[in-house]
């Protein structure tokens, strides 16, 4: 049996993944840059190289400074004015909304898009900036056109590898093939570009306290991001992480992602979202001081990857001077202003007038305020020659507390071998459902019932199950498998709303054991470390379970295609009512009525 925050958290990814809509990445799915562009692009832009605590140019070691501006349109103001939608056969005026639904997006990404970063490069320009930080990247879309305008203006960008759609949960945080696919997909797509100048691996993931768990996916991420790499012969890109400005943890954080022994696992850049400074502040009494006295030292380059507070609009941008100035510029390498658009949160410098992509965009005050304290900053910084990076503090890693609570294990790489072998293993699995929600309540009602420990993943207590990097629906499948087993293999307990089936794949260890997986490997050697993998094959039941709970009679009733009348549900209520906890009796009812 799971312990309650366990089944917790999975009955969150359960009930969080069936109830959005499928949208997935493959790696076999993605745009591969031009040749063409990527040469031109090489001999506008020289890379930046992350080396000791500063940011340098690889031409001439000069230290470069971000002097950045978050560039993304918000998906949800376009999903508001659905009367504007137009023709699909008119690409020109098509709204972002009806052409990201058409295309299966749940973001705008502005770099697949000529019209719209075009428009804009000239305000870009005129900002003076010289990094856009892009917050969702869809790697089937074609770059080139944007990427090489930015090149030839001198503008990088910083790519976040996560996306609205695709990224480590912190509700129920997993590092698995569907995500690692997601990330690395991004990286094939635009990392032959030289003006990509880095990776996030994660933003805000851990936000207080109470989500410190989630550290041990992101080290996880890293780690496998900069080996995937390293293994592709890819250029040495900076990977990185963009933290909030929580109290409480914000100095841990820093610390757990440069400590430990494995330097893959160890960040190139730390990036922090801070709004300390608001309107006509100081350096004295914002907290930038007290900040920067707590990053001296830290060995990997720091930055603001997000500021401008807008409790005072306009905005007037006075931290701009602090920040590229000393002492600052002694710790921080720059900063990133939040944001280009206008949208309802109020942090923009521009507003699109209308919501077409070929619409113009109108300067608001805070454009111009931030024109000229960009304009005016240039800071002094130090050759790479001249650079020692000895001084930079040793870190070690934080201890567990009740403000840390983060386990030493991480999780393993994702091995898609091991899970292709396991479903291989699996005698009754799950379709791709296209209504996820179907299921929600039932997966979460087996893993309270029946132990499904070997998907859960705990970055407090470091379990890891055996299976909890594999893909959502191979997960589903083996959740499938569980009930399967514990009802003796009957076919009728493989119905799961119509998804379920019954396979032909081997069903015993010698056949199992010579199962070739698409990478060539054999699922001897895959899955010969997973003790409860005959379990799968035998089906033995795992776990215990209350054969007469009312509730196993009901969800039994929707998984194996029976319907429960009138006097059976009045029936099952009743007892429920007189045994149960309200919270029980709240979700019974719920049931009942649900599946009657």
């Avoid at 690395?184 to 030289?194: E, G, L, Q, W």
């Avoid at 960009?374 to 507390?401: E, T």
């Avoid at 199962?515 to 899955?527: D, I």
Wanted: with cysteine; net charge negative; aromatic share 12%.
């Amino acid at each position: 049996m799971l312990g309650f925050n366990d089944f917790f958290r999975l009955l969150i990814l359960f009930v969080t993944a069936f109830a959005s809509d499928s949208y997935e990445f493959s790696s076999s799915v993605k745009h591969i840059a031009s040749p063409t562009t990527v040469e031109r692009i090489r001999k506008l832009t020289p890379t930046i190289e992350a080396y000791g605590s500063k940011f340098f140019y690889s031409n001439n070691g000069s230290q470069f400074f971000i002097k950045g501006i978050a560039y993304q349109q918000d998906f949800t103001e376009y999903l508001r004015r659905p009367e504007s939608l137009v023709d699909v056969d008119a690409p020109k005026t098509q709204t972002l909304c009806e052409l990201n639904f058409r295309n299966g997006r749940h973001f705008v990404d502005p770099l697949a898009w000529p019209d719209i970063c075009t428009r804009d490069l000239p305000f870009l320009q005129e900002l003076g900036v010289n990094t856009l930080r892009v917050y969702s990247i869809d790697p089937r879309a074609n770059h080139d056109v944007c990427m090489e305008r930015l090149a030839e203006a001198g503008i990088y960008v910083i790519l976040d590898l996560s996306n609205v759609d695709c990224s480590i949960n912190r509700d129920d945080p997993s590092w698995d093939l569907e995500i690692m696919d997601c990330y690395t997909s991004v990286i094939d797509t635009m990392a032959p570009y030289d003006n990509v100048l880095g990776f996030f691996a994660g933003n805000e993931v851990n936000t207080d306290v109470a989500n410190t768990y989630t550290m041990p996916f992101v080290k996880s991420s890293i780690r496998d991001i900069k080996s995937y790499i390293k293994r592709k012969n890819i250029r040495k890109i900076p990977v990185g992480y963009s933290s909030n400005d929580d109290s409480l943890t914000r100095n841990n954080l820093a610390d757990y992602l440069v400590c430990g022994e494995d330097d893959l696992a160890k960040i190139d850049f730390f990036g922090i979202n801070m709004y300390e400074w608001c309107g006509y502040s100081s350096y004295a009494t914002s907290g930038y001081k007290e900040r920067t006295l707590e990053m001296a030292g830290y060995p990997v380059p720091v930055f603001l990857s997000e500021f401008g507070c807008n409790l005072k609009r306009p905005r007037p941008f006075t931290e701009v001077e602090a920040i590229f100035n000393k002492p600052m510029t002694n710790v921080w390498s720059g900063a990133i202003m939040y944001m280009y658009f206008e949208e309802r949160n109020e942090y923009g410098v521009v507003k699109v007038k209308g919501d077409y992509i070929t619409d113009p965009v109108e300067k608001l005050p805070d454009f111009n305020l931030l024109k000229a304290q960009y304009r005016n900053a240039s800071p002094n910084g130090v050759n790479k020659q001249d650079y020692s990076s000895h001084g930079s503090k040793d870190i070690q890693c934080p201890v567990a507390s009740e403000d840390w609570k983060v386990s030493e294990e991480l999780p393993s790489t994702p091995r898609a071998p091991k899970c292709d072998c396991m479903m291989a293993a699996l005698k009754c699995s799950i379709e791709e459902v296209p209504n996820r929600s179907e299921l929600a309540e039932i997966v979460g009602y087996i893993c309270g019932e029946i132990s499904c420990h070997n998907i859960v993943a705990n970055g407090t207590t470091g379990w890891y199950g055996e299976f909890s990097d594999c893909s959502f629906h191979q997960k589903l499948s083996y959740v499938a498998q569980l009930y399967y087993n514990y009802h003796n293999s009957t076919p009728d307990a493989c119905y799961f709303e119509g998804y379920g089936r019954i396979n032909a794949y081997p069903n015993t260890l010698e056949a199992l054991a010579m199962f070739k997986t698409l990478q060539g490997t054999r699922c001897k050697e895959e899955l010969g470390s997973v003790k409860e993998i005959s379990r799968l094959i035998t089906g033995e039941p795992f776990g215990s379970q209350n054969r007469d709970s009312p509730r196993r009679i009901m969800v039994d009733s929707r998984l194996k295609n029976t319907k429960l009348d009138t006097s059976e549900s009045k029936a099952i209520t009743a007892k429920i009512i007189s045994k149960s906890s309200l919270l029980t009796n709240l979700i019974a009812m719920f049931l009942v009525i649900l599946f009657t």
